[in-house]
């Protein structure tokens, strides 16, 4: 079973695709009286039209998330137009953990993943207080980033997305890492076919999209549904794909007590192996502003 905590905009269109691809059961938990209820009986009318045998259940006992597998947090303040992840800190510091305190006690064999904003404090915070195995605690980030900057390439060189490999590592927020070293279309790297001023403005653009998505429909959903879908079906099916995924780092990339995004292999166990990147001058001081930016953030909760 896998339990998504939080049944708003994001939780609920989680809960739609792995109903719609069969994943596994689905249990919703939402402190809201009768939202996640409701939202179980309308995706399970979506589930039968579908062909989708299976089942979803909203409850708002953390209680009924016993025995999940898979423990998917959404609970929190989402971003409004104008804030950056990081203004979040607070408010969601709390709420995670509350619901954190609560998964150690009612799925203590479960594996977490993160989506709350900031994405990798909360990382953090989740697997302190639980007390998991770093690989049982994991965030959702760069697959979405990466995902963006493929988009966005795809529509400068007027290419299928599904032709494009891109990596996106590093903080969450304002100071990722979109690296065009390790982007190419079939195999031709990116500079073949852009040139660096061209790359550069995807890149910023990367970091500015999803502010843009929040400003003109008030969140990003279906893109974030979509990545953790596809983290979860690695997991669940023992893919052992490829992704980079908020992590807890002891030494890897020259950093140790933080969670940030770098690339994994994502299998049965979790985060089950972390793949160390050799960057360049340039990229590492973009990757450690992100890490610098965590750890303030980090030293500023009480946990």
């Known amino acids: 079973m896998i339990t998504i905590i939080g049944s708003g905009r994001i939780g609920s269109a989680i809960a739609t695709q792995i109903v719609a691809e069969g994943l596994d059961d689905v249990m919703l938990i939402d402190v809201v009286e009768g939202l996640p209820q409701g939202e179980a009986l309308d995706i399970g009318h979506f589930s039968a039209v579908r062909g989708s045998d299976v089942k979803i259940k909203g409850s708002n006992d953390y209680k009924d998330m016993a025995d999940s597998e898979i423990v998917i947090v959404s609970a929190g303040f989402p971003r409004k137009p104008g804030m950056t992840r990081m203004d979040l800190l607070y408010k969601n510091a709390g709420i995670i953990k509350q619901v954190s305190k609560e998964i150690a006690k009612y799925a203590p064999n479960s594996k977490v993943l993160m989506i709350t904003n900031p994405l990798d404090v909360m990382t953090y915070v989740a697997l302190k207080v639980t007390n998991f195995s770093p690989n049982r605690v994991f ?38 890492l979109p690296l065009s070293r390790y982007t190419s279309i079939c195999g031709i790297p990116i500079l073949e076919l852009l040139n660096e001023e061209k790359v550069k403005e995807a890149i910023e653009k990367t970091r500015r999209i999803a502010a843009e998505v929040i400003a003109l429909k008030g969140a990003t959903v ?19 794909s490829v992704y980079p995924v908020s992590t807890y780092l002891n030494g890897q990339y020259g950093v140790s007590g933080i969670c940030i995004g770098v690339p994994v292999v994502l299998g049965k166990d979790g985060v089950e192996r972390i793949i160390e990147l050799k960057l360049n001058d340039e990229e590492k001081a973009i990757f450690m502003k992100g890490v610098e930016s965590i750890k303030a953030a980090i030293s500023s909760l009480e946990l």
């Open 139 to 176: 965030g959702m980030g760069g697959i979405l980033d990466s995902s963006r900057f493929k988009s966005i390439l795809a529509g400068m060189l007027n290419i299928a997305p599904s032709s494009i490999q891109a990596l996106v590592i590093g903080e969450h927020g304002e100071s990722m």
């Open 222 to 240: 279906y893109a974030p549904a979509q990545s953790v879908v596809r983290m979860i079906d690695s997991i669940l099916n023992d893919k052992k």
